[in-house]
């Protein structure tokens, strides 16, 4: 099944704006799970590899990164991207990570070696978790991290007050992904499904947020509900009627004192072993 949000440039230059906002995020988390200089780290679902580039910095040119994604236009830029900064210690690779791989496929991520591993938005797109958890199972090395970034109650998105149109546009996202055998709440299950791999949970947190509409996580929100209802209209979700009640709404907010509250976010940190 194609991935739900798309891969064409416009969400991919989405990606890198909400990367910019959530930087900072992933920064600290990397630095309580200890990634460090030298490391070998994996970036499962990397997208384009925004957080990619920032890990290959992190690890220098002793360590290693390998970012994974099944978009093959996303890995060809990453790859363009790593030439053109010669970061040699930055590597890539198409793969779907929500079938079982092969040995042939395993290749390097076999080998138990791995420092750590970061997952960011990838486990609420797939079907089957087995196959994820499997690999990072044992790919992580004894005492390697897992540092995940997923949601555990996206329907905490919100605009306040007058958020009618939002909420029904949230409704509508949530069911597009579960249509799509996707779970956009599957924080709440990871911790059952990683203690049945022998993981142990370190830390975890909440990144939710509720800011002004002109601050940078409530501009991530209408960026979003910038280009996504069209993807919905288009799955014969969303109508013209709830585009112009969006749109008023949305106007309405610039106008007055408005609160956006972010889809519940966590942070979960595990180590193996
Ligand atoms: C919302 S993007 C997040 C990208 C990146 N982790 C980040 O934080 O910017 C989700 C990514 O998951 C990838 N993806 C979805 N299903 C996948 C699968 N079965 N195997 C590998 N990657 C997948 C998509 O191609 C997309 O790049």
Redesign the pocket.
């Known amino acids: 099944m194609s991935?739900v949000?798309g891969?064409h440039s416009a969400e991919r230059e989405r990606?890198g704006r909400?990367?910019h906002i959530w930087r900072a995020d992933s920064q600290a988390a990397w630095q309580r799970a200890g990634f460090q200089a030298g490391d070998r780290l994996l970036d499962l679902?990397?997208?384009p590899g925004?957080?990619s580039l920032d890990l290959a910095e992190l690890v220098g040119a002793n360590g290693r990164v390998l970012a994974?994604?099944?978009?093959h236009d996303?890995i060809s830029h990453l790859q363009q991207q790593a030439e053109a900064l010669k970061l040699q210690q930055l590597h890539s690779q198409t793969?779907?990570?929500?079938e079982p791989l092969g040995a042939a496929a395993l290749g390097e991520l076999a080998a138990g070696s791995w420092d750590g591993a970061w997952c960011?938005?990838?486990c609420m797109?797939?079907s089957d978790l087995d196959p994820l958890l499997a690999l990072i199972a044992s790919a992580l090395r004894p005492g390697g991290r897992l540092v995940l970034h997923e949601y555990i109650s996206w329907d905490s998105f919100s605009l306040h007050p007058h958020g009618d149109a939002v909420q029904q546009f949230v409704r509508c996202c949530i069911q597009h992904w579960r249509q799509q055998g996707g779970d956009p709440d599957v924080a709440s299950r990871l911790p059952g499904l990683l203690e049945q791999r022998g993981l142990q949970l370190l830390s975890s947190r909440s990144l939710m947020a509720c800011s002004p509409s002109n601050q940078p996580k409530a501009l991530w929100l209408q960026d979003f509900l910038g280009s996504y209802p069209l993807q919905l209209a288009d799955a014969g979700l969303w109508s013209p009627g709830q585009q112009e009640a969006l749109e008023q709404e949305l106007a309405q907010a610039q106008r007055h004192p408005s609160l956006w509250v972010t889809p519940a976010l966590v942070e979960q940190i595990w180590i193996k072993p």
Not at 68 to 71: A, F, T, V
Not at 95 to 98: C, E, G, T, V
């Open positions: 991935y949000l891969t990606l909400q990367h679902g990397c997208g925004f957080a994974i994604d099944q978009s996303y793969l779907n990570l929500a960011r938005w990838l797109f797939l």
